[in-house]
């Protein structure tokens, strides 16, 4: 059980932020997670990959739960955050095209899904992106919503350690 895992003193949930830093909004989940590392967050790893997202699987191949924050380019308005459960259905492919890689989250996710190596709580939070030229800070828009995205991740890793979270299938766009 979920959390009898937690209760044995292991890190169980893992939070990746996924971007570029030096491509404007590409670097938002690399910001929410540099903002995570600084609070106390017991039984939680945060990690930052800026990467090719083939090593997203190996990076979350121990653990029960895995949050990832990245840009997203969906055509709604900068600052529209999605959230995904990913672990019973496929995320729309087509958000997450703006990375410089070939390989990106979707992909990944999808490829771990073939495996039989999701984990088995994965939520994805989509950030809408403005502007990826290079050398450009977060667009305002961008910025406010990874502070609610903060909010959110927090949320979900106490509904995660106390075992409370479900599979469900429904994706939303928050904000």
Not at 31 to 52: G, P
Not at 148 to 154: A, N, S
């Amino acid at each position: 059980m979920f959390s009898d895992f937690i209760t044995q003193g292991k890190s169980s949930i893992l939070v990746i932020g996924v971007g570029n830093a030096y491509r404007g909004d590409d670097a938002v989940g690399l910001i929410v997670a540099q903002h995570l590392k600084k609070q106390i967050l017991d039984h939680v790893n945060i990690l930052e990959e800026s990467t090719d997202g083939s090593v997203l699987t190996e990076l979350w191949k121990n653990y029960d739960a895995v949050i990832i924050i990245d840009a997203v380019c969906s055509g709604a308005k900068p600052g529209t955050l999605h959230r995904f459960n990913a672990s019973p259905q496929p995320i729309p492919t087509k958000y997450f095209h703006c990375s410089t890689h070939t390989f990106g989250v979707a992909e990944a996710i999808e490829l771990a899904r073939a495996l039989k190596q999701l984990p088995q709580y994965l939520i994805v939070y989509g950030i809408e992106g403005k502007c990826f030229e290079t050398g450009v800070r977060l667009s305002e828009e961008v910025e406010k919503a990874a502070q609610e995205v903060l909010k959110r991740v927090r949320q979900d890793i106490i509904t995660l350690h106390h075992g409370k979270a479900q599979n469900n299938t429904k994706n939303t766009n928050i904000l």
